[in-house]
């Protein structure tokens, strides 16, 4: 059974940074499309940034363009995403993913962690 495991979530004041990182249990997520969406209270579960297998195809929402970046390392099996210019609706929990499909659909996705909380304070 694969498992993703997501780490660096907490507290962060409006305008700050978090930096979340998502590893693998096993290599066969090694070449699979990765992906970070979010979910708010009482709001449906939304793409926030995918990273293709090599990493030279990243896609982020029109929400969260220029503030964060996703990138992986396929030697170590992490992705990771830096959030910066923090606003108190990105407050979600962040899921990471991993799928044979890019897109951002969550259907394209085969694999879930269980997520960590963002909270950004104003």
């Known amino acids: 059974q694969v498992h993703l495991v997501e780490s660096g979530g907490g507290l962060v004041q409006t305008g700050g940074s978090l930096r979340l990182s998502c590893a693998t249990s096993?290599?066969?997520?090694?070449?699979?499309?990765k992906a970070w969406f979010r979910q708010a209270p009482g709001k449906e579960r939304e793409f926030v940034a995918a990273?293709?297998?090599?990493?030279?195809?990243?896609s982020y929402a029109d929400s969260v363009k220029g503030r964060f970046t996703i990138s992986r390392d396929n030697v170590k099996d992490t992705v990771t995403l830096q959030m910066g210019s923090l606003k108190p609706e990105d407050t979600a929990v962040y899921y990471c993913a991993a799928g044979h499909y890019y897109g951002s659909s969550w259907t394209s996705y085969d694999a879930w962690g269980q997520g960590t909380q963002v909270t950004v304070s104003s």
């Open positions: 990273i293709n297998w090599s990493g030279g195809i990243t």
């Open positions: 096993t290599r066969t997520f090694s070449t699979y499309t």
